[in-house]
Protein backbone atom coordinates (compact mmCIF):
# COMPACT_ATOMS: atom_id res chain seq x y z
CA UNK A 1 0.00 0.00 0.00
CA UNK A 2 2.12 3.04 -0.80
CA UNK A 3 2.05 5.75 1.44
CA UNK A 4 1.79 9.31 0.89
CA UNK A 5 4.15 10.59 -2.62
CA UNK A 6 5.47 14.42 -2.51
CA UNK A 7 7.24 15.77 -5.79
CA UNK A 8 9.57 17.53 -6.15
CA UNK A 9 11.44 15.83 -3.21
CA UNK A 10 13.69 19.28 -3.70
CA UNK A 11 13.00 22.32 -5.48
CA UNK A 12 15.69 25.62 -6.24
CA UNK A 13 13.47 28.57 -7.36
CA UNK A 14 14.90 32.08 -7.79
CA UNK A 15 12.94 34.76 -5.83
CA UNK A 16 9.82 36.34 -7.80
CA UNK A 17 9.35 32.37 -9.28
CA UNK A 18 6.56 30.11 -8.98
CA UNK A 19 7.03 27.15 -6.63
CA UNK A 20 4.51 24.30 -7.34
CA UNK A 21 4.29 21.25 -4.69
CA UNK A 22 2.27 18.21 -5.22
CA UNK A 23 1.17 15.70 -2.54
CA UNK A 24 -0.67 12.50 -3.48
CA UNK A 25 -2.48 10.82 -0.21
CA UNK A 26 -2.16 7.19 0.65
CA UNK A 27 -5.06 5.21 -0.93
CA UNK A 28 -8.37 5.34 0.92
CA UNK A 29 -7.68 9.00 1.73
CA UNK A 30 -9.25 12.03 1.00
CA UNK A 31 -8.03 14.35 3.83
CA UNK A 32 -4.91 16.08 3.21
CA UNK A 33 -2.92 18.84 5.44
CA UNK A 34 0.10 21.09 4.60
CA UNK A 35 2.35 21.95 7.05
CA UNK A 36 5.48 23.77 6.80
CA UNK A 37 8.87 23.47 8.70
CA UNK A 38 11.37 25.99 9.43
CA UNK A 39 14.58 25.11 11.35
CA UNK A 40 14.36 25.21 15.08
CA UNK A 41 10.59 25.92 15.13
CA UNK A 42 9.00 22.38 14.21
CA UNK A 43 5.97 21.88 12.39
CA UNK A 44 3.64 24.77 11.52
CA UNK A 45 0.04 24.08 10.03
CA UNK A 46 -0.89 25.94 7.04
CA UNK A 47 -4.28 24.44 5.42
CA UNK A 48 -6.59 21.34 5.68
CA UNK A 49 -8.28 20.25 2.38
CA UNK A 50 -10.73 17.76 1.62
CA UNK A 51 -11.95 16.82 -2.29
CA UNK A 52 -12.20 19.83 -4.17
CA UNK A 53 -12.59 21.79 -0.54
CA UNK A 54 -10.35 23.79 1.40
CA UNK A 55 -11.68 22.71 5.35
CA UNK A 56 -9.38 25.38 7.03
CA UNK A 57 -6.41 27.62 5.81
CA UNK A 58 -5.90 29.43 8.87
CA UNK A 59 -2.32 28.53 8.72
CA UNK A 60 -1.91 30.04 5.01
CA UNK A 61 -0.35 33.28 4.48
CA UNK A 62 -2.86 35.19 3.13
CA UNK A 63 -0.76 36.37 -0.36
CA UNK A 64 1.00 34.49 -2.72
CA UNK A 65 0.26 31.05 -1.26
CA UNK A 66 -2.68 28.86 -2.54
CA UNK A 67 -3.82 24.97 -2.09
CA UNK A 68 -6.10 22.83 -3.54
CA UNK A 69 -7.25 19.19 -3.85
CA UNK A 70 -8.82 18.41 -7.33
CA UNK A 71 -11.29 15.81 -8.03
CA UNK A 72 -8.52 14.46 -9.77
CA UNK A 73 -5.48 14.19 -9.19
CA UNK A 74 -2.93 15.09 -6.51
CA UNK A 75 -3.16 18.32 -4.02
CA UNK A 76 -0.94 21.13 -5.16
CA UNK A 77 0.45 23.90 -3.05
CA UNK A 78 1.31 26.91 -4.97
CA UNK A 79 3.95 29.83 -3.63
CA UNK A 80 3.90 32.41 -6.05
CA UNK A 81 6.82 35.28 -6.31
CA UNK A 82 8.65 33.20 -3.97
CA UNK A 83 11.10 34.73 -1.67
CA UNK A 84 14.00 33.79 0.33
CA UNK A 85 11.59 33.53 3.23
CA UNK A 86 9.66 30.41 1.50
CA UNK A 87 12.73 28.67 2.48
CA UNK A 88 11.43 25.49 4.23
CA UNK A 89 10.67 21.75 4.28
CA UNK A 90 7.01 21.34 3.67
CA UNK A 91 5.19 18.85 4.53
CA UNK A 92 1.72 16.91 3.43
CA UNK A 93 -0.09 14.36 5.29
CA UNK A 94 -3.32 12.36 4.46
CA UNK A 95 -5.81 10.71 6.94
CA UNK A 96 -8.87 8.97 5.77
CA UNK A 97 -11.59 10.50 8.51
CA UNK A 98 -12.02 13.74 10.18
CA UNK A 99 -11.01 12.51 13.62
CA UNK A 100 -9.13 14.49 16.17
CA UNK A 101 -7.88 10.33 17.14
CA UNK A 102 -6.93 10.43 13.80
CA UNK A 103 -3.25 9.51 12.98
CA UNK A 104 -2.12 11.69 9.87
CA UNK A 105 0.09 9.86 7.12
CA UNK A 106 3.18 12.13 6.32
CA UNK A 107 5.12 12.59 2.58
CA UNK A 108 8.58 12.84 2.64
CA UNK A 109 8.21 16.32 1.90
CA UNK A 110 9.32 19.07 -0.53
CA UNK A 111 12.46 20.81 0.62
CA UNK A 112 12.25 24.38 -0.84
CA UNK A 113 15.13 26.54 -1.50
CA UNK A 114 14.96 29.88 -2.59
CA UNK A 115 17.86 31.77 -3.85
CA UNK B 1 -6.05 27.96 21.57
CA UNK B 2 -3.71 24.62 22.86
CA UNK B 3 -0.31 24.52 22.10
CA UNK B 4 2.49 22.12 23.41
CA UNK B 5 5.66 22.84 24.49
CA UNK B 6 9.00 20.32 24.26
CA UNK B 7 11.54 21.90 26.35
CA UNK B 8 14.86 19.71 25.63
CA UNK B 9 15.21 20.73 21.72
CA UNK B 10 18.27 19.24 21.56
CA UNK B 11 19.54 16.05 23.33
CA UNK B 12 22.66 13.84 23.17
CA UNK B 13 22.92 10.61 24.33
CA UNK B 14 25.52 7.57 24.11
CA UNK B 15 23.97 4.33 23.58
CA UNK B 16 22.20 2.38 26.78
CA UNK B 17 21.78 5.42 28.30
CA UNK B 18 17.99 6.01 29.25
CA UNK B 19 15.79 8.66 27.72
CA UNK B 20 12.90 10.94 28.14
CA UNK B 21 11.77 14.09 26.07
CA UNK B 22 9.13 16.02 27.81
CA UNK B 23 6.44 17.47 26.07
CA UNK B 24 3.34 19.94 28.13
CA UNK B 25 0.73 20.58 26.57
CA UNK B 26 -1.86 23.58 27.63
CA UNK B 27 -5.83 22.47 27.29
CA UNK B 28 -7.91 21.62 30.22
CA UNK B 29 -10.28 19.54 28.83
CA UNK B 30 -10.22 16.61 27.21
CA UNK B 31 -7.11 15.90 25.04
CA UNK B 32 -5.71 13.30 22.38
CA UNK B 33 -2.06 13.16 22.56
CA UNK B 34 0.57 11.72 19.95
CA UNK B 35 4.31 11.67 19.53
CA UNK B 36 5.67 11.27 15.99
CA UNK B 37 9.47 10.40 15.16
CA UNK B 38 11.29 11.48 11.79
CA UNK B 39 14.39 9.73 10.78
CA UNK B 40 16.90 11.50 9.23
CA UNK B 41 15.57 11.56 6.05
CA UNK B 42 12.71 9.97 6.12
CA UNK B 43 8.73 11.38 6.44
CA UNK B 44 7.34 11.54 10.01
CA UNK B 45 5.50 8.45 11.57
CA UNK B 46 3.69 7.51 14.39
CA UNK B 47 5.50 6.19 17.17
CA UNK B 48 2.22 5.96 19.83
CA UNK B 49 -0.76 7.49 21.04
CA UNK B 50 -2.98 8.29 24.29
CA UNK B 51 -7.02 8.80 23.79
CA UNK B 52 -7.89 7.50 26.97
CA UNK B 53 -7.73 4.25 29.42
CA UNK B 54 -4.58 3.09 30.75
CA UNK B 55 -1.89 6.70 31.12
CA UNK B 56 1.09 4.05 30.15
CA UNK B 57 0.72 3.76 26.66
CA UNK B 58 3.16 1.54 24.80
CA UNK B 59 4.70 2.51 21.43
CA UNK B 60 6.92 0.70 18.00
CA UNK B 61 10.58 0.16 19.15
CA UNK B 62 10.27 0.16 23.00
CA UNK B 63 9.12 3.61 23.01
CA UNK B 64 6.50 4.58 25.79
CA UNK B 65 4.79 7.50 27.15
CA UNK B 66 2.93 8.25 30.56
CA UNK B 67 -0.11 10.64 30.72
CA UNK B 68 0.10 12.80 33.71
CA UNK B 69 -3.43 14.92 33.29
CA UNK B 70 -2.86 17.11 36.91
CA UNK B 71 0.76 17.81 35.21
CA UNK B 72 -0.42 18.28 31.62
CA UNK B 73 1.93 16.23 30.55
CA UNK B 74 2.82 13.01 27.72
CA UNK B 75 6.44 12.44 28.63
CA UNK B 76 8.22 9.80 25.97
CA UNK B 77 10.39 7.36 27.62
CA UNK B 78 12.88 4.82 27.02
CA UNK B 79 14.67 2.73 28.84
CA UNK B 80 17.96 2.00 26.35
CA UNK B 81 18.71 4.21 23.67
CA UNK B 82 20.24 2.94 20.30
CA UNK B 83 21.92 4.32 18.04
CA UNK B 84 19.37 4.13 15.20
CA UNK B 85 17.37 6.39 17.52
CA UNK B 86 18.76 9.06 16.33
CA UNK B 87 15.84 11.48 14.81
CA UNK B 88 13.98 14.45 15.73
CA UNK B 89 10.88 13.91 18.29
CA UNK B 90 7.05 15.39 18.06
CA UNK B 91 4.56 15.50 20.53
CA UNK B 92 0.76 16.42 19.30
CA UNK B 93 -2.11 17.49 20.84
CA UNK B 94 -5.93 17.87 19.49
CA UNK B 95 -8.92 18.32 21.98
CA UNK B 96 -12.20 17.44 22.03
CA UNK B 97 -14.35 20.09 20.94
CA UNK B 98 -11.31 21.83 19.52
CA UNK B 99 -9.61 22.07 16.10
CA UNK B 100 -9.13 18.63 13.55
CA UNK B 101 -5.88 20.04 12.97
CA UNK B 102 -2.86 18.57 15.50
CA UNK B 103 -0.76 21.16 17.16
CA UNK B 104 2.75 20.02 16.91
CA UNK B 105 5.57 20.87 19.55
CA UNK B 106 8.65 22.38 18.19
CA UNK B 107 10.50 18.83 18.08
CA UNK B 108 13.35 17.61 20.07
CA UNK B 109 16.36 16.40 17.90
CA UNK B 110 18.04 13.48 19.48
CA UNK B 111 20.99 12.02 18.78
CA UNK B 112 22.82 9.00 20.16
CA UNK B 113 26.55 8.09 20.10
CA UNK B 114 27.68 4.64 19.23
Known amino acids: NAGVMQNPRHLVRRRGQEARLRCSPMKGHSHVYWYRQLPEEGLKFMVY????????ESGMPKERFSAEFPKEGPSILRIQQVVRGDSAAYFC?????????????FGPGTRLLVL | AQSVSQHNHHVILSEAASLELGCNYSYGGTVNLFWYVQYPGQHLQLLLKYFSGDPLVKGIKGFEAEFIKSKFSFNLRKPSVQWSDTAEYFCAVTSSGGSYIPTFGRGTSLIVHP
Open chain 1, 93 to 105: ASSPYRDRKETQY
Open chain 1, 49 to 56: LQKENIID
